[in-house]
């Protein structure tokens, strides 16, 4: 149950971090396909190890309950759900204000006498 959590993790949080401020719901889910279909194959992998007979023998794993897989899907989205809070946050300055990221300024020139 752990390993198929902390996969599912991982991908939701690269999900919810494609843009340092946007939501991924504004950008749109199915914006970066290529990344969508990274994430729902990295997603197979982890329930092929857990429900494919031949891949539980190997991996020595067992297939989890109904409620064991939705538990592990809800802690995945709150890797999502918090990022998403943290870009919130920024946005409305209340975050990393002093920090002023993703805002980056040039130095200035220095004046020629």
Do not use: C
Not at 33 to 57: D, E, G, K, S
Not at 61 to 68: I, M, N, V
Request: without cysteine.
């Amino acid at each position: 149950m752990a390993f198929t959590a902390l996969a599912l993790a991982q991908l939701a949080h690269v999900t919810a971090i494609r843009s340092e401020r946007q939501s991924p719901f504004r950008q749109g889910i199915a914006s970066n396909r290529p990344l969508l279909a990274a994430v729902a194959f990295t997603v197979a992998l982890p329930m092929a190890a857990i429900y494919v007979p031949f891949m539980n023998a190997l991996l020595s794993t067992d297939p989890l309950t109904a409620g064991e897989l939705a538990l592990t899907f809800a802690l995945a989205s709150a890797v999502f759900f918090a990022v998403g809070a943290e870009k919130w946050l920024v946005r409305r300055g209340l975050l990393y204000a002093e920090q002023n990221i993703g805002h980056a300024r040039a130095p200035k020139a220095a004046a020629v006498d």
